[in-house]
Nanobody, 126 residues
Framework: QVQLVESGGGLVQAGGSLRLSCAAS????????MGWFRQAPGKEREFVAA????????SYADSVKGRFTISRDNAKNTIYLQMNSLKLEDTAVYYC???????????????????WGQGTQVTVSS
């Protein structure tokens, strides 16, 4: 089983930047596609970004495309989410997750991911 711990969240003004990290322990994630999701108050958890096991392919929600960048460092068993040009509507708890099915297709459904971190709060103020 794998444990995930997110960090890097906080309070930032609109237009600012944050970099989230997700460190995995318990086993390697180097063979797994990984994803970032977020959940705002009163809303369902939604897909943000995902990256293939070797970092060669990425996928983004339309709402963050061009502003967010997902990356990974398999040597550190860690993935990242660089968030630029933050908007008020980016305010949410951000979660990283492991797609435990080792496939080539990047999946974006919440139910496709088996292991989740506890989340880190990102608050964007005006």
């Amino acid at each position: 089983q794998v444990q995930l711990v997110e960090s890097g969240g906080g309070l930032v003004q609109a237009g600012g930047s944050l970099r989230l990290s997700c460190a995995a322990s318990g086993r390697t994630i180097r063979y797994n596609n990984m994803g970032w999701f977020r959940q705002a108050p009163g809303k369902e958890r939604e897909f943000v970004a995902a990256i293939s096991w070797n970092g060669g392919r990425t996928s983004y929600a339309d709402s963050v495309k061009g502003r967010f960048t997902i990356s990974r460092d398999n040597a550190k068993n860690t993935i990242y989410l660089q968030m630029n040009s933050l908007k008020l509507e980016d305010t949410a708890v951000y979660y990283c997750a492991v797609d435990s099915t080792q496939i080539s297709i990047i999946r974006i459904g919440v139910r496709d991911y088996e292991y989740w971190g506890q989340g880190t709060q990102v608050t964007v103020s005006s």
